[in-house]
C-alpha cells in the first residue's frame, strides 16, 4: 500500500515543509540540552549582533511581538544572560546588551544549531548542500549571510 496523499506529498510546499519541520525539531532539541528554548535563542542572537540595541529595535529586527518580546527578555534578564539599562542615545528607552555569560552561552547554541543543521543536511555532499542553500536562498527570496 503506498502512502496516502500523493499529489500533496509531491509538493515543494509540503515537502519544505517537511524539512523545515525536522530543522526546527532537531534544532529545538539541541537548544534545549542547553536550557534555551528557540525564541530566547533567536533574541540572544539579535542581541548579539546588534546589541546594546533599543528594545523596541529589537523586538522590530526579529519581527516580534513586543509583549512576547518583553516576556523573554524578562526570562533572559533573570538568568543574568542580557542586561536592559537606558540607552545613551535615548535615556527614556531601554538598550539590551548581553552580559558575558549571555556571550558564552550563545557561543554554545550557535554551536549547538550548526551541529543539528549538520544533522539536517548529512544526507547531502558538501556540492549538494552549496546547491540546496542556493537554492532555498533564491526561493526563499533572501539574501545569504555575509561572509
Do not use: Y
Given at each position: ?21 525536522r530543522g526546527r525539531t532537531l534544532v529545538a532539541e ?118
Amino acid at each position: 500500500m503506498s502512502a496516502p496523499l500523493p499529489a500533496i506529498r509531491a509538493l515543494p510546499s509540503w515537502l519544505l515543509g517537511r524539512a523545515a519541520a525536522r530543522g526546527r525539531t532537531l534544532v529545538a532539541e539541541a537548544l534545549a540540552a542547553e536550557g534555551v528554548k528557540m525564541w530566547h535563542h533567536v533574541v540572544l542572537s539579535a542581541v548579539g549582533d546588534l546589541g546594546p540595541v533599543a528594545q523596541a529595535e529589537l523586538g522590530r529586527s526579529i519581527q516580534l511581538d513586543p509583549k512576547d518580546l518583553v516576556g523573554i527578555l524578562n526570562d533572559l534578564q533573570s538568568a543574568r544572560l542580557v542586561v536592559r539599562e537606558p540607552d545613551p542615545k535615548d535615556r527614556r528607552k531601554n538598550a539590551v546588551s548581553l552580559t558575558e555569560e549571555g556571550a558564552r552561552l550563545l557561543e554554545r547554541c550557535e554551536t549547538a544549531a550548526r551541529d543539528a543543521n549538520d544533522t539536517l543536511l548529512a544526507p547531502l555532499s558538501a556540492a549538494e548542500r552549496e546547491l540546496f542553500m542556493g537554492l532555498l536562498t533564491r526561493i526563499s527570496g533572501t539574501e545569504p549571510p555575509a561572509g
